[in-house]
């Protein structure tokens, strides 16, 4: 079973920066995608980014130019580097990793005006 732990949320001022980390257990890290998805009050769970085993990268627009995701394969560790955040940012952060239907607890981040 795979484990999932995100860290480094909290509450940032509009404008502001945060880095979102997320280790996962195992050894099947390295040959899979991952991916972060953020779930806001009241709304679906939705995906905003994912980074294949070799790096390449997709956004949603709702992200894109403002977040970066990146993986430390040696680290069992991906990264989301969040910038120029909105009130609209906030949210629930959670990784996934490929199709496994694990979720770890997420990690608040909060955007205050």
């Known amino acids: 079973q795979v484990q999932l732990v995100e860290s480094g949320g909290g509450l940032v001022q509009a404008g502001g920066s945060l880095r979102l980390s997320c280790v996962a257990s195992?050894?099947?890290?390295?040959?899979?995608?991952m991916s972060w998805y953020r779930q806001a009050p009241g709304k679906q769970r939705e995906l905003l980014t994912a980074?294949?085993?070799?790096?390449?990268?997709s956004y949603a627009d709702s992200v894109k130019g403002r977040f970066t995701i990146s993986r430390d394969n040696a680290k069992n560790t991906v990264y989301l580097q969040m910038n120029s955040l909105k009130v609209e940012d906030t949210a629930v952060y959670y990784c996934?990793?490929?199709?496994?239907?694990?979720w770890g607890q997420g990690t608040q981040v909060t955007v205050s005006p």
């Open positions: 996934k990793m490929g199709i496994n239907p694990a």
């Open positions: 980074i294949t085993p070799t790096g390449s990268t």
């Open positions: 195992g050894s099947s890290f390295r040959i899979n995608a």
